[in-house]
């Protein structure tokens, strides 16, 4: 799950940047996506590595949501964290992120918005977020910037990503997830062909391994295009979310 700052964290900004995080007590995210017509999110996702629904306010925001549930380095994420309130150009004003990520080491923030947009950015806004983007970094995190531009680049990856996707409601049986490890445990790396026959499953094998990389039990090489011979290993601490998977 995505762990907000701390308290401790909190008050390095305030004494730093006289600056403020508001954060709920619940954890849930600090306000509702609106679409402004119907008065309700525009889209929530049922996220298989976060547990939760996880809302988005535009079509963009729904790709990026893709891209963190494949990520086999994003731990966590959680939509809109808290509110960054802080001085800017001698006023008060406010930031609220579009997502937070829990990576293996470190935690970022992420804005999420077209080039298009980007380019029509006024210089104060920009400003702003230059300095929302110091202040995070004052506290060992960082603000990045999610366009439609990554998605062109990562054409590849983000098809896979597609396809591991419509794979997520799957899930092997005890015995099949039981063969699957004893096979990567042995041999360390394999096809994604073998491990569907290692799970004695042609039909919906490779599926289901698909599956467990979106919950992190195994890693599948994505900047390829997705085939009989794509490469699978086992991700670092699989042993606990199998734990997890069994337990659900």
């Not at 907000?4 to 390095?12: G, M, R, S, V």
């Not at 439609?148 to 990856?157: E, G, I, N």
Request: proline share 4%; glycine share 4%.
């Amino acid at each position: 799950m995505f762990k907000p700052l701390t308290k401790k964290q909190a008050e390095k900004i305030l004494e730093a940047y006289d600056a403020r995080m508001e954060v709920l007590e619940n954890g849930e995210p600090i306000r509702t996506v609106f679409n402004g017509r119907r008065n309700r999110p525009v889209s929530l996702y049922p996220s298989v590595k976060c547990d939760r629904m996880i809302a988005s306010e535009s079509y963009l925001e729904r790709r990026a949501i893709r891209w963190l549930e494949v990520d086999s380095d994003v731990v966590s994420y959680m939509d809109q964290p808290h509110t960054l309130h802080f001085t800017f150009n001698g006023k008060q004003t406010r930031y609220t992120p579009d997502f937070g990520i829990n990576r293996n080491r470190h935690t970022t923030y992420l804005e999420v918005k077209y080039r298009r947009d980007l380019f029509k950015m006024e210089p104060d806004e920009r400003k702003r977020l230059k300095r929302a983007r110091a202040i995070y970094r004052s506290i060992g995190s960082n603000l990045e910037f999610f366009t439609d531009l990554r998605l062109k680049v990562a054409s590849t990856w983000h098809e896979n990503a597609i396809e591991l996707e419509k794979a997520r409601r799957l899930s092997p049986s005890p015995a099949a997830l039981a063969s699957l490890i004893a096979h990567l445990e042995t041999i360390k790396e394999s096809s994604l062909q073998d491990c569907a026959g290692a799970m004695s499953d042609p039909d919906l094998g490779a599926a289901r391994v698909m599956a467990l990389a979106l919950r992190r039990i195994v890693r599948l090489q994505l900047d390829q295009p997705l085939g009989s011979q794509t490469i699978v290993t086992l991700e670092d601490g699989y042993r606990l979310r199998i734990k997890t998977l069994r337990s659900a």
